[in-house]
């Protein structure tokens, strides 16, 4: 019995070692998972599909929710990087009900009106629209595996490319 006890003790320290250093490490590292990594949020969406469009792409679209991890990682490490090197990525929120947003019918909502009218439901979720607001490829939904998230972006980057080229009684 008292071996047993000894062993209790020993865990439960144990136990309270492995919390304590954990919080440590999380304190020093929560503070660049905290903050949501910043991609500009579109005012009007015809005007950055129009801008998008005279460069030859598609306006990319991060529907995303704030303080999401895999919303970060999608923008930290996929999008920011591609919109440093030409990519028209934006972002919107889709609980926000404050910030007005021009939509694609020229109307002023906020982007959790825009989003419900998607039919957006889970975050993140990458749309690939057109000047028009069509869909130039499939929405990337959520994060299935990080291994291949990027062959699926780079998938559905070239579709939306590809039936940007197509005359328009061929597109989508």
């Given at each position: 019995m008292k071996?047993?006890l000894?062993?209790r003790?020993?865990?439960a320290a144990l136990s309270?070692?492995a919390?304590h250093v ?6 020093t590292?929560s503070?660049?998972w905290?903050?949501d ?17 005279r460069?030859?792409e ?7 929710l704030?303080g999401?991890?895999y919303?970060?990682l999608?923008r930290r490490n996929?999008?920011l ?6 990519l ?6 889709m609980?926000d009900?404050?910030r ?13 009106e825009?989003v419900?009218?998607w ?9 690939f ?15 299935a595996?990080v291994?291949?998230?990027g ?6 980057l070239a579709t939306?490319?590809?039936a940007l ?5 061929q597109r989508?």
């Amino acid at each position: 019995m008292k071996q047993l006890l000894h062993r209790r003790h020993f865990s439960a320290a144990l136990s309270g070692l492995a919390l304590h250093v954990a919080a440590g490490m999380s304190s020093t590292l929560s503070p660049a998972w905290a903050q949501d990594t910043a991609l500009p949020i579109p005012d009007s969406l015809p005007d950055v599909a129009q801008a998008a469009a005279r460069q030859g792409e598609p306006l990319v679209l991060l529907i995303s929710l704030r303080g999401c991890p895999y919303c970060e990682l999608v923008r930290r490490n996929y999008l920011l990087p591609a919109r440093a090197v030409g990519l028209h990525a934006w972002q919107i929120n889709m609980q926000d009900k404050q910030r007005p947003l021009i939509g694609f019918d020229g109307q002023t909502s906020h982007a959790a009106e825009q989003v419900a009218r998607w039919k957006v439901r889970l975050a993140p979720t990458l749309l690939f629209l057109n000047t028009q607001g069509q869909p130039l490829a499939e929405r990337l939904v959520g994060i299935a595996s990080v291994d291949f998230f990027g062959a699926y972006l780079d998938q559905r980057l070239a579709t939306s490319r590809q039936a940007l080229k197509a005359p328009p009684s061929q597109r989508l």
